[in-house]
């Protein structure tokens, strides 16, 4: 083998001897950390969030290492599936204005949220969800559940918002579909001191927000699990929704930080505690939004 591969035979003996190098080792310690932070993120994680989260432990580390240390390892984020949508239009209501015209950024909370529904397929059939998304930080400040999808769906997650955070004068965006149209949600609204917003017909561009945390919800726990019943998934949505996504969920908008965080900081310290990253086209943002293969 030697003679073969051109080495002396002495070479070879001194490295099988030999230890591991420091690299190796230290290698070793890293992805004993990066492992452990995927499997605390349940295996939603990719090498962006990982480097974030060794970063804030004091783990001085690129990028590229741990996208390399988590390859080897057969380590990877959550993934985009196919979505469809559930937005049902009625050519017969007078919808509201579009008070947004896609300009999707608040300088404070409370100043602007967007509402979406969507299905959670289980065993036992559809399980509807409603939530209300404050534009400042992405936190879910309302949601709800039921097996249908009518008005007092979206009421209810309306009301949720409401009963966490009486802003007066709050632009609610949603799209054209007849549980936002309706007349007892626009009395609802007027009642509440709330502005209802509606987009454009058929544009996913309007409501890309929603539609982003739909596409995260789908990629991180709905790809990864099944619900024989509907009581299973209700429980999931809320640990997804309230044990993960608002309080720990690193959000690339927001600085690779949770959505709760980002309001903390920024009731701490005011408006230049927090940055948002510049913001994206609306065409490439409603694009993430779309069935893509792609790591966190």
């Not at 051109?6 to 230890?19: F, L, Q």
């Not at 989260?53 to 390892?73: F, P, S």
């Not at 959550?78 to 007078?94: E, H, L, M, P, S």
């Not at 408006?271 to 790591?295: F, I, Y």
């Amino acid at each position: 083998m030697c003679r073969v591969f051109r080495v002396s035979s002495s070479g070879y003996y001194a490295w099988a001897r030999r230890g591991p190098s420091a690299r190796a080792l230290e290698d070793a310690r890293l992805t004993a950390r990066i492992r452990m932070y995927h499997a605390k993120s349940r295996g939603r994680y990719g090498a962006p969030n990982i480097h974030a989260d060794l970063h804030d432990e004091g783990i001085r580390v690129g990028k590229k290492r741990v996208a390399r240390l988590m390859k080897a390892e057969g380590l990877q984020g959550a993934c985009f599936r196919k979505w469809v949508t559930t937005t049902v239009r009625d050519g017969d209501a007078q919808p509201s204005a579009d008070l947004v015209q896609r300009q999707f950024s608040a300088n404070a909370p409370n100043r602007l949220r967007v509402a979406d529904s969507t299905y959670i397929p289980t065993w036992a059939g559809f399980l509807f969800l409603a939530v209300v998304l404050d534009g400042f930080s992405r936190r879910i400040v309302g949601w709800a559940m039921a097996e249908h999808l009518r008005t007092e769906l979206v009421l209810s997650a309306l009301n949720m918002a409401l009963g966490q955070r009486r802003a007066k004068g709050v632009v609610h965006h949603s799209d054209h579909g007849t549980q936002y149209t309706s007349i007892a949600f626009g009395l609802r609204c007027q009642e509440a001191k709330v502005r209802p917003s509606i987009g454009s017909v058929g544009d996913a561009y309007d409501n890309a927000m929603c539609e982003s945390f739909f596409a995260t919800l789908e990629r991180e726990l709905l790809a990864r699990r099944r619900f024989e019943t509907k009581a299973q998934a209700r429980m999931a949505i809320f640990e997804f929704i309230e044990g993960w996504y608002n309080p720990v969920r690193r959000h690339t908008r927001l600085g690779r930080i949770s959505p709760i965080e980002f309001e903390r900081r920024h009731s701490m310290h005011g408006e230049h505690a927090v940055t948002h990253r510049p913001a994206r086209s609306v065409a490439r943002q409603a694009l993430r939004a779309q069935p893509v293969d792609n790591r966190l």
